[in-house]
Structures are given as structure tokens and as C-alpha cells.
Nanobody
Framework: QVQLVESGGGLVQPGGSLRLSCAASGRTFSRYAMGWFRQAPGKEREFVAAITGSGAHTYYAESVKGRFTISRDNAKNTVNLQMNSLKPEDTAVYYC??????????????????WGQGTQVTVSS
């Protein structure tokens, strides 16, 4: 079992930055790929970014490439999402997730077995 707790959400103006963090329980954190997904009101949950267990490979949705950066610290059991140049369309509840599927699957929500409760990000002036 892995428990995930997100933090760092909030209200930010367009063009601003936020850093989301996800803390994971357990002693086998490095065995899990980690992903960030988001869900806006009335929309389906969508992939944002993912990182393999070792941190060697990262993946991004086209809509966030060049603006968001995913990273992890396996010694601290944390994964982060640095979000820069935020846009109103980035407004959503952001979820972190953990899974042990092959890296070519980790852009899909189906690859993840554990999910956090979500943190709200609102981009508005």
C-alpha cells in the first residue's frame, strides 16, 4: 500500500508559478513511477507529467511542455511539479499517482494503482 498526500496548490495570477509536492508513504518509493494528472470542472482527468522510478525518464503533456517540470527525491519519498507561466486553462484539481507499470505506459491513468486526494490550482486575475 502506498499513501499519497499532495500539497502546494492555491490561487495564482496568470504568468505566475506554483510548486506542487506529493509525499508518499512506504519504503519502496523508488520502485514506483509517479505521475501528475489534473481534472477541471466538467472535464475528464488528463495526464500532465510522469517520471520513472529512478528519475531517468520524464514525460509531459504537450500543453505543459516547457512550462512544467516533474522531479523526485527518492531519499525523501517525494515528487514535485514545478509549474511556471501558468495559464487560466491550467486551473484544475491536481492529483499525484503511483504505479509499477512499464515506463511506456505511465502517460495513462490506467498505469497507476494509488492516487492522492488532490490539490486545487486556480489561475485567475
Amino acid at each position: 500500500q502506498v499513501q499519497l498526500v499532495e500539497s502546494g496548490g492555491g490561487l495564482v495570477q496568470p504568468g505566475g508559478s506554483l510548486r506542487l509536492s506529493c509525499a508518499a508513504s512506504g519504503r519502496t518509493f523508488s520502485r514506483y513511477a509517479m505521475g501528475w494528472f489534473r481534472q477541471a470542472p466538467g472535464k475528464e482527468r488528463e495526464f500532465v507529467a510522469a517520471i520513472t522510478g529512478s528519475g531517468a525518464h520524464t514525460y509531459y503533456a504537450e500543453s505543459v511542455k516547457g512550462r512544467f517540470t516533474i522531479s523526485r527525491d527518492n531519499a525523501k519519498n517525494t515528487v514535485n511539479l514545478q509549474m511556471n507561466s501558468l495559464k487560466p486553462e491550467d486551473t484544475a484539481v491536481y492529483y499525484c499517482a503511483a504505479g509499477q507499470r512499464p515506463r511506456w505506459e505511465i502517460v495513462s491513468a490506467a498505469a497507476y494503482d494509488y492516487w492522492g486526494q488532490g490539490t486545487q490550482v486556480t489561475v485567475s486575475s
